[in-house]
Nanobody, 126 residues
Framework: QVQLVESGGGLVQAGGSLRLSCAAS????????MGWFRQAPGKERVFVAA????????YYADSMKGRFTISRDIAKNTIYLQMNSLKPEDAAVYHC???????????????????WGQGTQVTVTV
């Protein structure tokens, strides 16, 4: 099992930036990818970005391309989400997730991930 702890959320004005972090511990050798999802009140959890642990290939939701950047630090077992040009509609709880065995499943689906963090709140004011 992998344990995930997010940090870096907070209150920011529209147009501003935040960097989220997610530190993994436990059976981290089993991770094949990690991702970020977000969930606004009353809405489903949706995909934001993902990164393969080996190779570093990245994947983004269309609405985040060009504004958000996912990266990883293998030595620290940590991923980051740099969020720029934030909009009020980006406000949500951001969760990180870890994928264990990769058998070709989509990086975009919540069901593809085995472990989840508790989330960090991002609030964007106008």
């Amino acid at each position: 099992q992998v344990q995930l702890v997010e940090s870096g959320g907070g209150l920011v004005q529209a147009g501003g930036s935040l960097r989220l972090s997610c530190a993994a511990s436990g059976l981290t050798f089993s991770m094949r990818a990690m991702g970020w999802f977000r969930q606004a009140p009353g809405k489903e959890r949706v995909f934001v970005a993902a990164i393969r642990w080996n190779g570093g290939n990245t994947y983004y939701a269309d609405s985040m391309k060009g504004r958000f950047t996912i990266s990883r630090d293998i030595a620290k077992n940590t991923i980051y989400l740099q969020m720029n040009s934030l909009k009020p509609e980006d406000a949500a709880v951001y969760h990180c997730a870890a994928m264990g065995t990769y058998y070709g499943q989509s990086f975009y689906n919540t069901g593809s991930y085995d472990s989840w963090g508790q989330g960090t709140q991002v609030t964007v004011t106008v």
